[in-house]
């Protein structure tokens, strides 16, 4: 069961890394960014980042440390401000988003950031990073580090996810968890609607996978789902809000990736000050 101390400071995080995510996409001005998606990951990337993860910020290319994939490369948004209250990147670095020439840009690319193991944006690829990532850690029977791979559910439709879920079972690749943001929402509407993939959690298990579904947004869930260890590759599927804090960004796919008017900041800060 998850330390109650460590329970409070991964919602502490996770309550900064939601507010930094308003502000860094209204500093974007008219661009925007992709605030449901990234608001629906808070609390999975805050946790594994503040309360779980194997890195060495001193070292970022420690052998030892998890290697983590945001194969939903456009929650990028939420990345960063994670990466920041883990102390791997400058607060003061989250005003370059998007910005010309900047290291932070809108999906993970591989600039010299440090923490960012692949480039990613394109859907359904990470997944056979991380079975690859697994496969090599074992046979430098280098055993503790494991690869940690955020999803979407709307990703899931990708045939290429399944490729890489059959192989990491054939393989037995123990080290590897991904992710899935179960929002319920992509970018052209319900999920359910363009391809279901219910029941998601037999289907991974078909695949020879473990499975954990929890509450995405509940802290002490994915303290333990993160400390899980198995005998087989193990999948968290995560229940989650797109748009998570904000009343009229929650399941509103109007905001996968949109700007913020003036008006439209100002309730978002007034409603997440009135959350803390």
């Given at each position: 069961?998850a ?6 400071k ?15 996409t209204y500093?974007?001005?008219n ?16 946790t ?6 194997r ?7 420690f052998e030892g ?13 939420a ?10 990147i400058e607060?003061s670095?989250?005003?370059?988003f998007?910005?010309n020439?900047?290291q ?14 692949f480039?990613s944006?394109s ?8 079975v690859?990532?697994c ?7 280098n ?5 940690f791979?955020f ?6 439709d990708e045939g290429?996810?399944?490729?890489a ?5 054939h ?9 899935i943001?179960?929002?319920?929402i ?8 363009i391809l ?15 499975v ?10 994915l303290?333990d789902?993160y ?10 599927i995560?229940?989650?809000i797109?748009?998570k ?13 949109s700007?913020l008017?003036?008006?439209q ?5 007034s409603e997440l000050?009135?959350?803390v």
């Amino acid at each position: 069961m998850a330390d109650a101390i460590l329970v409070e400071k991964c919602r502490s995080a996770s309550d900064k890394v939601r507010r930094d995510i308003i502000d860094m996409t209204y500093a974007t001005g008219n661009t925007g960014a992709h605030l449901g998606g990234s608001l629906s990951m808070v609390e999975m990337l805050a946790t594994l980042y503040v309360g779980c993860l194997r890195y060495d910020k001193n070292d970022p290319e420690f052998e030892g440390r998890d290697r983590v994939i945001l194969s939903k490369g456009h929650a990028a948004l939420a990345l960063y401000p994670a990466m920041v209250q883990a102390g791997i990147i400058e607060k003061s670095r989250l005003a370059e988003f998007k910005q010309n020439g900047s290291q932070l840009s809108g999906h993970p690319s591989l600039n010299g950031l440090s923490g960012i193991e692949f480039a990613s944006g394109s859907l359904g690829q990470g997944l056979s990073l991380g079975v690859g990532v697994c496969i090599a850690l074992k046979r430098k029977n280098n055993i503790e580090p494991r690869a940690f791979v955020f999803m979407g559910d709307g990703e899931s439709d990708e045939g290429s996810v399944w490729e890489a879920a059959a192989s990491a079972s054939h393989y037995g690749l123990n080290n590897l968890v991904a992710i899935i943001d179960s929002n319920k929402i992509q970018y052209d509407g319900d999920t359910d609607e363009i391809l279901s993939m219910s029941p998601m959690g037999e289907k991974w298990k078909a695949f020879g996978w473990d499975v954990l579904e929890i509450d995405g947004h509940d802290v002490a869930s994915l303290i333990d789902a993160y400390n899980t260890k198995t005998d087989k590759p193990l999948v968290i599927i995560a229940n989650t809000i797109k748009g998570k804090g904000i009343s009229f960004m929650e399941n509103n796919w109007r905001f996968h990736n949109s700007r913020l008017s003036a008006k439209q900041y100002e309730q978002a800060v007034s409603e997440l000050e009135g959350a803390v």
